[in-house]
């Protein structure tokens, strides 16, 4: 039996408006289609559906580094008109780079026997490679769809698909 998850990483407004807090640029538009095809074709093969979902408190320390984002309760941290959620997915907060930090992810791809996780959602080179990272670790073979993650930064893009590829053990999938 194998049972797949998609995890969808913080398709929010901040990150996806262009007048979000952080927008991610014109890169994580074009992913947008490519996202809900995914979730689409997803939820018709029965694989549990993962929504991560940066939620910061107003003064969380992230706000040192990057510019307030996501906070709890604001339309920034809401996902973007064309993402729709529906019942019996997963919406996961998180405050960290990596899904599994102070989350409840370790226990949902347990409890859905999980054997299998793709990725879709931005960034590629910070909240993608990091939670890619972590499943690795945890030994859950891993697909990045290359068409459904976008960066800000196009190097910092390509360093971390190859990085993932190379050094963590992910598949590409073109
Ligand atoms: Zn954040």
Same mark, same amino acid.
């Given at each position: ?15 996806? #408006? ?8 014109? #890169? ?13 074709? &997803?939820?018709?093969? +029965? ?53 599994? &930090? #102070? ?47 976008? +960066? ?23």
């Amino acid at each position: 039996m194998s049972r797949k998850a998609l995890l969808v990483i913080d398709m929010l407004n901040d990150f996806l #408006e262009p007048s979000g807090a952080l927008y991610c640029g014109d #890169e994580s538009r074009k992913i947008i289609p490519a996202v809900k095809d995914l979730l689409e074709k &997803y939820r018709q093969s +029965d694989a549990a559906i993962i929504f991560l979902m940066d939620s910061h408190k107003p003064d969380d320390k992230e706000f040192e580094m990057f510019a307030p984002h996501c906070v709890t309760g604001t339309p920034g941290a809401d996902f973007i008109p064309e993402i729709k959620t529906n019942e019996g997915d997963y919406l996961v907060p998180k405050t960290r780079f990596s899904a599994f &930090y #102070e989350t409840d992810l370790d226990n949902i791809l347990k409890q859905e026997d999980i054997s299998e996780v793709h990725i879709s959602g931005v960034c590629t080179s910070i909240c993608v490679m990091e939670t890619v990272a972590d499943l690795r670790n945890r030994d859950y073979p891993v697909v990045v769809h290359e068409k459904a993650v976008a +960066d800000f930064d196009p190097e910092s893009h390509a360093f971390a698909l190859k990085r993932m590829q190379n050094i963590l053990g992910a598949r590409i999938k073109p």
